[in-house]
């Protein structure tokens, strides 16, 4: 089955999740400490070594459209001002193969000059997948 999602993730060395979210005002999809340990298959997996707090949207209309309303949630923020991230992106992901990695559909977007320059002021590296 695809899925296209949008991400937009901040790592950073001193990144604590609890303290990002009250400084966004935004409730992450996901976010862990720096030192945080999963278990996997019941071995302990080695503890991260940054932070990260990301949020994640489903592509469920236009691809600008959705762009645009993520960005609109964080557009008072510039990514390189917020002290406890040392690095942030947009991550695009386009799920079209299914489970034998055959492409199941085709998916045709373009980015307009304005939203790249959101992300740009933003302070994001984008990322891009197509599976």
């Known amino acids: 089955m695809s899925s296209k999602t949008l991400k937009i993730v ?7 999740p609890n303290n990002f979210t009250n400084t966004l ?3 992450p999809t996901d976010s862990y400490k ?9 071995k302990k997996i080695k503890p991260r070594n940054v932070g990260m ?7 469920t209309s236009p691809l600008e459209d959705e762009l645009d309303s993520l960005l609109a949630m964080f557009e008072e923020l510039s990514a390189t001002s917020i002290h406890e991230a040392d690095r942030s992106s947009l991550h695009i992901y386009l799920g079209l193969s299914n489970d034998e990695s055959v492409i199941e559909s085709s998916f045709d977007f373009s980015i307009s000059q304005k939203t790249l320059n959101k992300i740009i002021k933003m302070g994001l590296d984008l990322r891009v997948t197509i599976n």
């Open 10 to 16: 901040f790592l950073g060395s001193k990144l604590d």
């Open 25 to 27: 005002g935004i409730t």
């Open 34 to 42: 720096k030192g945080f340990q999963r278990i996997r298959n019941g």
């Open 53 to 59: 707090w990301c949020y994640k949207s489903e592509i």
